[in-house]
């Protein structure tokens, strides 16, 4: 371990209570023991969720969102990739999801998500690359499109790169399950693009690998919460992906308590995150836009749904 990642540790321990050091230490237990297990999900098929009403809203949207819409298909269909302020390297097909953009070089996709030095390892570049393109919220403007001109070619597309992240990404190998809020905002990205598309997109196939994916998510994500000094926006990203994927596939193992734990989690931390004078509790105007962001969504969704909201 070199020093600069030890003295990284030193100060990171020396801001945590005595709680949160216990916390962090029994999550590294379960970690380990995790890192073990071999994982095997149901892949019978559930409904795929869908946002009522959304793709009704997509198609009376204006010309100038649907030209937007379309720009980013057309940039897709091409191979070209954008975020951050970096581009990728033409990707024709399907993307390579493991791809750091400026180093050139791939994270590793074959070892347990945990023990990959994302923090702490340079070499690979910065992880947020990689972590931005595997968001897949590109994909919701790519079904927008398709839903707006009707074509199967836009909808074959986000298909394929839905199944093409399942199968570059199995449960918890990889960069990208190593972090809640990243899965949060997949779950999100998967829901408005099954709710853009026809249902007659998805083979039976599709349907079981989404199926898996989805309750491994789920699962992730409520084994390992953020909690004491990262339950901040983080938090409320992983509540809300519980709350509307519980909402909208009840067919889950454990859906009832996704939605449930959702909505409290989000009434509690709502009031801590953004203050009453409306300030954003961590300080940072975009970290308050992200968090009334998703407060918002989880509410309009829930609504929509004509459930009880938050």
């Not at 390579?96 to 923090?119: A, T």
């Not at 999100?188 to 196939?205: A, H």
């Not at 919460?225 to 889950?252: D, M, V, W």
Request: net charge neutral; proline share 4%.
């Amino acid at each position: 371990m070199k020093f600069s990642d030890i003295r990284w540790f030193y100060f990171r321990l020396r801001a945590m209570s005595t709680g949160e050091v216990f916390h962090r230490f029994r999550e590294q237990a379960k970690r380990t023991y995790d890192s073990r297990r071999a994982f095997h999900f149901d892949s019978s098929t559930i409904a795929l969720p869908i946002i009522p009403g959304l793709l009704e809203r997509v198609r009376a949207c204006s010309d100038i969102a649907r030209s937007q819409f379309r720009a980013v298909a057309d940039e897709i269909r091409g191979g070209r990739y954008h975020f951050l302020g970096q581009d990728w390297p033409k990707m024709d097909g399907l993307p390579d999801w493991h791809l750091d953009p400026i180093s050139g070089k791939r994270w590793r996709e074959d070892v347990f998500c945990y023990s990959v030095p994302f923090r702490h390892n340079r070499d690979y570049g910065d992880v947020k690359y990689v972590w931005e393109l595997n968001r897949l919220q590109y994909l919701q403007f790519v079904a927008a499109a398709a839903a707006c001109d009707d074509d199967p070619d836009l909808a074959k597309l986000c298909v394929s790169q839905i199944r093409s992240w399942i199968d570059a990404n199995p449960p918890f190998k990889g960069v990208n399950w190593c972090s809640g809020i990243e899965l949060a905002l997949q779950i999100v990205s998967f829901i408005v693009v099954f709710s853009l598309l026809p249902q007659s997109s998805f083979s039976g196939e599709d349907r079981s690998a989404i199926s898996a994916s989805l309750r491994a998510h789920l699962f992730w994500l409520k084994r390992y919460p953020s909690r004491y000094s990262s339950a901040n926006n983080h938090l409320i990203a992983e509540a809300t992906a519980q709350f509307i994927l519980g909402l909208l596939a009840s067919e889950c193992l454990g859906a009832r308590d996704a939605v449930e734990y959702g909505r409290n989690v989000l009434n509690r931390q709502g009031c801590l995150q953004i203050l009453t004078d409306g300030v954003p509790g961590e300080q940072s105007p975009t970290y308050g836009a992200f968090v009334a962001e998703f407060l918002l969504t989880a509410q309009a969704i829930a609504l929509a749904a004509g459930v009880k909201g938050l």
